[in-house]
């Protein structure tokens, strides 16, 4: 079992900054996999990024690519969001996922993530 809790998030205006931090507890192994999704109201959760403990791929969504950086401090078991040139698109409620192993096919689909955060909001002013 595995817990994650997400904090940070908050309010900014457009071309601001934000980060978010997902502390891991539990049964974390050098396998599992982290991820950042968002889902704004009235629709779907998207994949924002992933990476694992172990490794040093890591996974963008398109619409972050170039704008938001995710690191990982593996003696604090926590993974970080750095959010740049935040638009209001941007706006969603952000969630932590994990899961026990990945495959880099699947990484992008909420379906396949056993471990949920509850969720920050971020709030992007125009």
């Known amino acids: 079992q595995v817990q994650v809790v997400e904090s940070g998030g908050g309010l900014v205006q457009a071309g601001g900054s934000l980060r978010l931090s997902c502390a891991a507890s539990?049964?974390?192994?050098?396998?599992?996999?982290m991820a950042w999704f968002r889902q704004a109201p009235g629709k779907e959760r998207t994949f924002v990024a992933a990476?694992?403990?172990?490794?040093?791929?890591?996974y963008y969504g398109d619409s972050v690519k170039g704008r938001f950086t995710m690191s990982r401090d593996n003696a604090k078991k926590t993974v970080y969001l750095e959010m740049n040139s935040l638009k209001p698109e941007d706006t969603a409620t952000y969630y932590c996922?994990?899961?026990?192993?990945?495959?880099?096919?699947?990484?992008?689909?909420?379906?396949?993530?056993?471990?949920w955060g509850r969720g920050s909001q971020v709030t992007v002013s125009s």
């Open positions: 990476l694992t403990w172990s490794y040093d791929s890591i």
């Open positions: 539990g049964r974390v192994f050098s396998s599992s996999i």
């Open positions: 996922a994990a899961n026990d192993n990945f495959h880099p096919a699947t990484v992008r689909l909420p379906k396949v993530y056993a471990y």
